[in-house]
Each structure stands twice: as C-alpha cells, then as structure tokens.
C-alpha cells in the first residue's frame, strides 16, 4: 500500500504561482511514477505532469513551459512548480503513484485561478 497526501492549493490570481506537495509513505520502494493529475468540474481527469523514478519527465501540451514537476527522494515528495496559472488551470489536482500494477491516489487539492 501507498499513501499519498497532497498539499498546497488555493486561490491565487491569473499569472501567479504555486507550488503542490505530494508526500508518499508505505510502499514507495514499488513506486515506478508518480504524476499530478487534475480533475476540473464537468470535465474527465487529464494528466498535467509525470516523472518516473530514474527522473524523466512529461507534461501535458498545455501546461509546457509553466509547470515543473521534480521529486525530492529524501522526503518521498513530489512537488509541481506551477506558473503563470491562467484561469483553465482551476481543478481539483492529485497526486498519483504507479508500481505497474495499482494506481494510488491522494484526496486532491483545489487550485483557484481567478481574480
């Protein structure tokens, strides 16, 4: 088992920055990617930035260039960068652990892009 607990969201206005935390516990010696997803209202979940564990990287087309992922293995965090939030980056965003076999999940954060 893996436990994921996200952390970071808000409010903030159109430009702005935030930075999520995803702090993984359990099982993480299984972990093969972990990656933030969001979910905004009415919308199916889509996939904003992954990375895997030997550190390569990938990014929804719409978020290039403005959001960071990166993962710090000493404290079993994975943390994205966000910039230059525009309003369509309001959503619920969760953290996502992969070991081949089972998807885990934390309970999401709200980001709020609005002035």
């Known amino acids: 088992q893996v436990q994921l607990v996200e952390s970071g969201g808000g409010l903030v206005q159109p430009g702005g920055s935030l930075r999520l935390s995803c702090a993984a516990s359990g099982s993480i010696f299984s972990i093969v990617v972990m990656a933030w997803y969001r979910q905004a209202p009415g919308k199916q979940r889509e996939l904003v930035a992954a990375?895997?564990?030997?550190?390569?990287?990938n990014y929804a087309d719409s978020v290039k260039g403005r959001f960071t992922i990166s993962r710090d293995n000493a404290k079993n965090t994975v943390y994205l960068q966000m910039n230059s939030l525009k309003p369509e980056d309001t959503a619920v965003y969760y953290c996502?652990?992969?070991?081949?076999?089972?998807?885990?999940w934390g309970q999401g954060t709200e980001v709020t892009v609005s002035s």
């Open positions: 990375i895997t564990r030997g550190g390569r990287v």
């Open positions: 996502n652990a992969n070991n081949l076999r089972v998807d885990y």
